[in-house]
């Protein structure tokens, strides 16, 4: 189902109202007091149901066993990121530990996200490279692709040095690596990104960026980067996930898939869950290869929220679903 658009006199505002939202969810004071308010905490929770799988690792494989069903793959991520105490980046790489062994034992078709800062990158470099290797490592020995998200511009460079390196001094070549069409940076990033043989994961990007280092989120230059890039990847027979809800965009790549008979080993449709699971659904039906991507964990306010930015409404819903008993 498409989203309806608010009237073309109301979009400054519209605009504003996003940018307001992507703004907060990066404030760490804000996240702090919704997340663990005793009063403000059950009311985040509700508007989170829609979007996220659960809390715990049994709600995610619950979730994911689900999305199996219905014919698509899975990827899992366990939400968090700007970690800053390393015994607790250590504890939540266990946690990813405890879902791939689990992912492995019940040989579910299921990835597993994650991002850098979480396992350790903000408390030292060294640690979050050494977490996500051991994440890496458990995946490929049950033969499990690892993603790694991407997160604010001032984070891009470390985490692209830690995937190269994984590839380059580890050989794991089961990670891949999310890549936002938005940053300019990208026309410079992707040849260098596509030497290497792991998953590029084309997004169009949540975060809230200046127009000196992105395009703006609902600009036709954005729309166009992301086209760019993607046929880029899909003609070049490198693996690659085409992550977007945009329907046009869909349309166009999957006309272009069947023009040049594209292999589909090397591509796959993907959606998050909450937002986009009829349109997976109907590619789905169509023979393409389709994933669905389910996050849990406690962590949900950054990735709420810029949820509700991309398209602000559903500030709508989220009143209605606060206000569900």
Same mark, same amino acid.
């Given at each position: 189902?498409?989203?309806?658009? *608010?009237?073309?006199?109301? &979009? $400054? ?14 404030? %760490?004071?804000? #996240?702090? #007091? *919704? ?6 905490? @059950? =009311? !985040? ?32 991520? =366990? +939400? ?9 980046? +250590?504890?939540?790489?266990?946690? *990813? ?24 990158? !903000? ?36 985490? =692209? ?10 050989? /794991? ?6 890549? @936002? ?12 990104? +596509? ?8 997004? #169009?990007?949540? *975060?809230?960026?200046?127009? %000196? ?6 600009? @036709? ?9 993607? &046929?880029?990847? /899909? ?14 965009? &869909? ?37 393409? $290869? ?12 950054? =990735? ?5 930015? %991309? %398209? @602000? ?9 606060? +206000?569900?008993?």
């Amino acid at each position: 189902m498409d989203i309806p658009h *608010f009237p073309a006199a109301w &979009q $400054p505002l519209v605009d504003q109202a996003a940018a307001t939202l992507r703004a907060l969810a990066l404030d %760490e004071t804000a #996240k702090e #007091k *919704f997340c663990n308010d005793p009063l403000l905490r @059950p =009311y !985040m929770h509700k508007v989170s149901q829609r979007y996220v799988a659960g809390q715990t690792v049994a709600d995610a494989l619950q979730r994911v066993e689900h999305i199996i069903a219905q014919g698509h793959a899975a990827s899992a991520e =366990y +939400m968090g990121e700007s970690v800053r105490d390393e015994a607790f980046a +250590m504890a939540e790489t266990e946690v *990813f530990m405890q879902l791939t062994q689990a992912i492995g034992q019940r040989n579910l078709n299921c990835s597993i996200s994650f991002d850098l800062s979480h396992v350790g990158s !903000m408390v030292d470099l060294e640690l979050g490279y050494r977490n996500a290797r051991r994440i890496a490592l458990a995946a490929a020995e049950i033969n499990r692709e690892v993603m790694i998200s991407m997160e604010g511009a001032d984070r891009a460079d470390d985490i =692209y040095a830690v995937y190269t390196r994984l590839h380059r001094e580890d050989g /794991l070549h089961n990670v891949g690596i999310t890549v @936002p069409a938005k940053r300019h940076r990208t026309d410079r990033d992707l040849p260098a990104l +596509m030497k290497l043989p792991g998953r590029i994961r084309l997004v #169009k990007g949540a *975060f809230l960026e200046s127009e %000196e280092i992105a395009h703006h989120r609902n600009s @036709p230059e954005l729309a166009a980067a992301y086209r760019r890039h993607a &046929q880029t990847l /899909l003609l070049s027979g490198h693996k690659c996930s085409i992550a977007t809800h945009d329907r046009a965009i &869909q349309a166009d790549l999957s006309a272009l898939i069947l023009q040049e008979r594209i292999d589909p080993r090397w591509f796959e449709f993907e959606s998050l869950i909450g937002l986009g699971t009829e349109q997976i659904a109907d590619l789905q039906a169509r023979g393409f $290869p389709t994933r669905e991507y389910a996050v849990f964990g406690e962590e949900h306010f950054l =990735y709420v929220l810029n949820r509700i930015a %991309e %398209e @602000p409404v559903r500030v709508y819903q989220a009143v209605i679903d606060v +206000m569900a008993r």
